[in-house]
């Protein structure tokens, strides 16, 4: 398939070719240009920031698959507002890095058609609240298109965007929604909390057959952390734990997770051996990890930025609670946003949302700690 004439007409192609195409990706690695982020060395390896981790492995898998594209609002000679994209355009040319208009339906129905099409579409929205103006797309066509294929179609399509709070951007720009695609069936979440999941995530998301929905934060994107070097995918579907614990598991994911890892240091301090799981994708979710974590510690408390009010962490919780209610020592706690727009004034943005103390609160609620 020419990319060129897929990205004209989209829809043109006959979805018979979309199997085809999947299978002749190769899965070795080419010789990856010198503009891809070298890092600092460091005792364990290299060090990256998130975006440079998200830039290598873009560079990585459009060297490997030359139906990738991406497109999206100044991605390509501006190089993405977060720099994410910085270099793919003078690399790939502009037939595979595309800007577009400030149009995020036409750039995800552009993105869900190619797909559907046998393209390997990357569609960058670049705030998660404007991913709203394409949900017919995401949820009625990407999302549902396998079932009403009888499983022989796919949609190898490729979201990112980023959300959260942060920088005083206010209630239109602020807000944490990976609720709303957990919801929908079809879709895989994603959310990343350090550069080597978000490289190893992002690899692995772009050689899915489906519509997966890769959550930023844009508190993350200068964020460093030891990445290796070489191939690096990571699966879907298998937590990480953060950090080693025996009294409670902390619950996390994304931007929630460096601040969790923060109370649990404080803790420790406290004689309090908090483990800290992050799930890393959130559909599909690895249930075992959890249900593991929380038999071991016997108290658990889940901690999201998005508001409480029909959350994720409300999901887990019912797991938990369905699954390893014998394994308890106390009721699952949940901290998370409150039920309001983001504020756009800094201190009451703060207080909208989780912050370490709430975290730790929290944790000796569930000892019955009277520590202070």
Not at 15 to 44: F, H, V, Y
Not at 118 to 127: C, D, N, S, T
Request: charged residues 25%; neutral net charge.
């Amino acid at each position: 398939m020419k990319l060129q004439s897929l990205l004209r007409n989209p829809l043109t192609k006959c979805q018979s070719k979309n199997s085809a195409n999947s299978s002749k990706a190769t899965n070795k690695l080419k010789e990856i240009s010198r503009d891809k982020p070298e890092g600092r060395s460091t005792m364990s390896g290299r060090e990256l920031m998130y975006r440079e981790a998200l830039r290598e492995a873009l560079f990585e898998e459009m060297a490997r698959d030359d139906e990738i594209f991406i497109i999206g609002e100044g991605i390509a000679e501006r190089g993405g507002s977060y720099k994410v994209t910085e270099g793919l355009l003078d690399k790939y040319g502009a037939a595979r890095v595309r800007d577009t208009p400030i149009s995020e339906a036409s750039m995800i129905g552009v993105g869900v058609g190619a797909a559907i099409a046998g393209g390997r579409p990357i569609v960058e929205i670049l705030y998660v609240d404007f991913a709203m103006l394409g949900m017919d797309m995401i949820v009625n066509q990407a999302a549902k298109f396998r079932l009403m294929t009888g499983g022989s179609g796919r949609v190898p399509f490729v979201l990112r965007t980023q959300g959260g709070t942060g920088g005083g951007v206010a209630a239109q720009h602020s807000q944490s929604l990976e609720a709303l695609f957990y919801h929908i069936p079809g879709l895989r979440v994603v959310m990343p909390s350090t550069p080597v999941d978000a490289k190893g995530l992002l690899k692995f998301a772009l050689r899915q057959p489906n519509p997966v929905m890769f959550l930023e934060h844009k508190h993350l994107y200068m964020t460093k952390g030891d990445v290796p070097e070489g191939e690096l995918i990571t699966e879907f579907g298998v937590a990480d734990i953060k950090r080693e614990g025996s009294d409670v598991t902390l619950i996390a994911w994304s931007n929630m997770v460096p601040r969790t890892l923060e109370a649990a240091k404080e803790l420790a301090d406290m004689g309090i051996s908090a483990e800290v799981l992050d799930p890393r994708t959130l559909v599909p979710l690895d249930r075992e990890a959890i249900l593991k974590s929380v038999a071991k510690t016997n108290r658990c408390v889940i901690v999201q930025e998005a508001v409480r009010r029909g959350g994720i962490a409300s999901d887990i919780s019912s797991i938990i609670q369905e699954e390893a209610f014998y394994s308890l020592d106390a009721p699952v706690q949940i901290v998370a946003g409150m039920n309001t727009p983001i504020p756009f004034n800094l201190t009451l943005e703060e207080a909208s949302v989780p912050q370490k103390d709430d975290v730790i609160a929290a944790v000796q609620s569930v000892l019955h700690s009277k520590a202070a």
